[in-house]
């Protein structure tokens, strides 16, 4: 099988049933869910495939989206994919312990842990500073650095996200970005959009969060990467598990330079590789198009997705 860039997907793929078909459909990748069920001890996949609208919780979304990584990767292995060939890992966000976990610097209980600790301190952190986020349609990075600039006079207002050309959104504390949508025109920015999210994540309202991931993973000791994994934090590769480590601690309030990487990748990484998103949903395919639309994103949503992948 054809070795491609992995690219894993961040809060905001979730829906509810993620991973159900490729449990009904495979046995390793249901025992993945059962081994999540266990490590956690409550039914992770109720709270996803039948808990409702309970799918959008940090806390839950979280191991959701990585047990659902998971999962799609065990039942690609079994096919014949080897993840230790890949020549590059990367996710947004989340996504960044997915390709950990397909890099072989933590095992899946590990995992699955952190990102449900992580879940719940930015849950906690949410609910403790009313914070938000806010997409700036069409802005540019300097656009978007002057709006954070204005909203900072407000309250904690940061650049959370460069995800893709167009495609910024700014993180922090409600009154900040009231101001922020509120004079966005004036920095010539046409369009905001306040996100449904928990709150002010990839800023300093996460801080808490951040300070609980960091003991965490202190306690947690990474493996060297067998693969090289991009971060968010610095659109460069590591294989290191003192640098992975301390770059997942700081991602939590840092901005997710996902273009950045991406472009990294495309231009000195692997140029001639192709990409494979494994799911849940295709947010990085689309991103991908708008970051460099003459990439191959492999999409690998759903069971019958695997028919068109290359020998």
Known sequence: MMQAVLILPGQGAQFEGMGRDWAEAFPVARATWEEADRVLGFSLSAACWQGGDQVNRTDIAQPGIFTTGVAILRVLEEKGFDRTQVPFAAGLSLGEYTALWAAGAMDFAAGLRLVRLRGEAMQAA????????????????????????????????????????????????????????????????????????????????????????????????????????VSNVTAQPSRDPAQLADQLATQVCAPVLWERSMRWIRETGAPSSPLLEPGPGSVLAGLMGKIDPEASVIRMEKPADMEALPA
Not at 136 to 163: D, F, K, P, Y
Not at 190 to 202: D, I, P, Y
């Open 126 to 229: 949410a609910e403790s500073i009313p914070s938000g986020m806010t997409s700036l349609m069409g802005a540019t990075e300097e656009q978007a650095q002057s709006l954070a600039e204005a909203g900072a006079a407000h309250g904690i207002c940061q650049v959370a996200n460069l995800n893709a050309p167009g495609q910024v959104i700014v993180s922090g504390e409600l009154a900040a970005l009231d101001e922020v949508e509120r004079v966005a025109k004036d920095h010539g920015v046409r369009r905001t959009r306040r996100l449904v999210v928990a709150g002010g994540f990839h800023s300093e309202c996460m801080r808490p969060a951040a300070e609980a991931l960091r003991k965490a993973l202190e306690a947690t000791p990474l493996k060297p990467a067998v693969i090289p994994v």
